[in-house]
């Protein structure tokens, strides 16, 4: 059966998903998640494109990646294969290391941008593992609130969804969270793993990886 298309095109907003392989932890500790963040970093040296947001869970992560030029399918081989190398060899472990190829989904920025940015700083606080995402160490959420730097991901777009004019932008994305905190989960994993876009793309639009 052939690959599903997937929406490959520099400009574009994506929701990036994996795992590891058997939905098995994915971060054994801290220094896993360092290492990830660092591959990262490293990939971003080599390709065009810009992390919006993350959030590292135990067996899986999300992101949320602006491309430049670069095709988002050269740039997560490039990084996943590092990463799977340098793990597999760390545990002295062999064979698949994600649980699948990793999930995008595109994001009609308009409408959905600060929802799904919401979904992934919750994601901690909705899997039991904190009562306030600030708490969770593993995103950029606590940095983006309290205006720190973060080495990672960059918060203006995201910012310039709320209003600039009286300075209160952190804010209104803090009370935007929050106000969701005590809802049910927006969407379902299984679900999620079979979201094509969040939002409305042109079909025309879709091809194949490069």
Known sequence: MPRPLRIDIPGLVYHVINRGVKKQAFFHDDEDRWEFLDWLKQTRRHYDFQVQQYGLMTNHFHLLLRLGEASLSRLMQYFGSRLAKSFNRKYSQGGHFFESRFHSIPVETDT?????????????????????????????????????????ADPAFLLDHFPPEDGFQRERYRRFVEDDIT????????????LRSWGRLPVALAQRPR
């Open 112 to 152: 959905y941008y600060k929802v799904v940015s919401r979904y992934i700083h919750l994601n901690p606080v909705k899997a039991g593992m904190v009562a306030k995402p600030e708490d969770y160490p593993w995103s950029n959420y606590h940095s983006l609130i309290n205006g720190l730097h973060d080495p990672i």
């Open 183 to 194: 809802s049910p989960p927006l969407i379902s994993d299984w679900v999620l793993q079979r």
